[in-house]
């Protein structure tokens, strides 16, 4: 079956939870204060949209595609993004709430994170080169076995990486920050 193509349209403050969203390519659209929260949003696709001011809360994302997809001032608690296809994947996150998302095994090169809280996010083996987390909040975000080479660290806080079980060459960090490099040895550092 073919799915609908919709291009260039703005839904604006609608709740999908109680009216339908219909499956197809969203390209060009953008997505202005709705309420998506628990949706099933397996195997559609979205091809450089924009949500803003949206709940995504707990949606399903089962084959689901994101290419150049903008997300600011969104609340994306529990959404599990390495569920969706891997093909061209790439998103944004402006002023963000993440927590518990999940980004397993994606290549997220270049992938920028601003303002967001990321706490519990699990970025288990994620290919995160290039990324930038500005001024982003990472307590208890899981970095195991990720590529997080060149990625910028320098505004973010209250992170835990393991030098060990990541790639971290050439990434960057402050000096205020570089103690989340430090945690499993369980010392004190003074300032």
């Not at 994306?76 to 998103?91: D, H, K, R, S």
């Not at 709430?97 to 601003?114: I, N, P, R, S, V």
């Not at 990321?118 to 970025?123: A, C, G, I, R, T």
């Not at 505004?155 to 499993?184: H, M, W, Y």
Request: net charge negative; charged share 25%.
């Amino acid at each position: 079956m073919i799915k609908p193509i919709i291009e260039e349209e703005e839904f604006s403050g609608i709740n999908f939870t109680q009216e339908t969203f219909r499956k197809g390519e969203y390209e060009g659209c953008s997505f202005i204060g709705c309420d998506f929260s628990n949706l099933h949003l397996s195997n559609y696709d979205f091809v450089e949209c924009t949500f803003e001011d949206c709940n995504l809360s707990n949606v399903r994302l089962s084959n689901t595609s994101m290419k150049q997809v903008k997300f600011k001032n969104c609340k994306l608690l529990g959404v599990n993004f390495g569920e969706c296809n891997p093909f061209l994947f790439a998103v944004s996150f402006d002023d963000c709430f993440l927590h518990l998302a999940g980004f397993f095994k994606l290549k997220m090169k270049a992938t920028k994170f601003k303002n967001c809280n990321l706490k519990e996010v699990d970025f288990t083996e994620t290919d995160l080169t290039n990324a930038i987390f500005d001024n982003c909040e990472l307590v208890s975000a899981v970095f195991e076995r990720s590529i997080l080479e060149k990625v910028d660290f320098r505004t973010a806080q209250n992170f835990s990486i393991d030098p060990e079980l990541n790639k971290i060459k050439k990434a960057r960090f402050s000096q205020l920050n570089v103690r989340g490099l430090l945690d499993k040895y369980h010392i004190d550092i003074e300032n």
